[in-house]
């Protein structure tokens, strides 16, 4: 996200050319686009992108259970 985000300042830096950027080639400024890319490829095919998002699920099931046991006046379990 960092990089789509810097490519985003990159090539409104270039278009409305402030600063050293408006001298540098479309290229150089442009290649965050790609980098994003091809962080988005590896992300998606290692698994890395469905793993983040099982551990914020499990993460948000195990604060509702410790709640509910708090509420019931049960000390929740420590993970180990």
Same mark, same amino acid.
């Given at each position: 996200?960092? !990089?789509?985000?810097?490519?985003?300042?990159?090539? !409104?830096?270039?278009? !409305?050319?402030? /600063?050293?950027?408006?001298?540098?080639?479309?290229?150089?400024?442009?290649?965050?686009? /790609?980098?994003?890319?091809?962080?988005w490829g590896w992300a998606d095919s290692s698994g890395y992108t469905k793993r983040k998002a099982m551990?914020?699920?499990?993460?948000?099931?195990?604060?509702?259970? =410790?709640?509910?046991?708090? =509420? !019931? /006046?049960?000390?929740? =379990?420590?993970?180990?």
């Amino acid at each position: 996200m960092y !990089l789509l985000m810097l490519g985003i300042a990159l090539v !409104l830096l270039k278009y !409305l050319e402030v /600063g050293p950027v408006a001298q540098w080639s479309w290229l150089w400024v442009l290649s965050p686009f /790609g980098l994003t890319l091809l962080w988005w490829g590896w992300a998606d095919s290692s698994g890395y992108t469905k793993r983040k998002a099982m551990e914020k699920i499990d993460q948000r099931k195990q604060d509702r259970l =410790n709640k509910q046991k708090e =509420n !019931l /006046g049960m000390r929740p =379990n420590k993970p180990r």
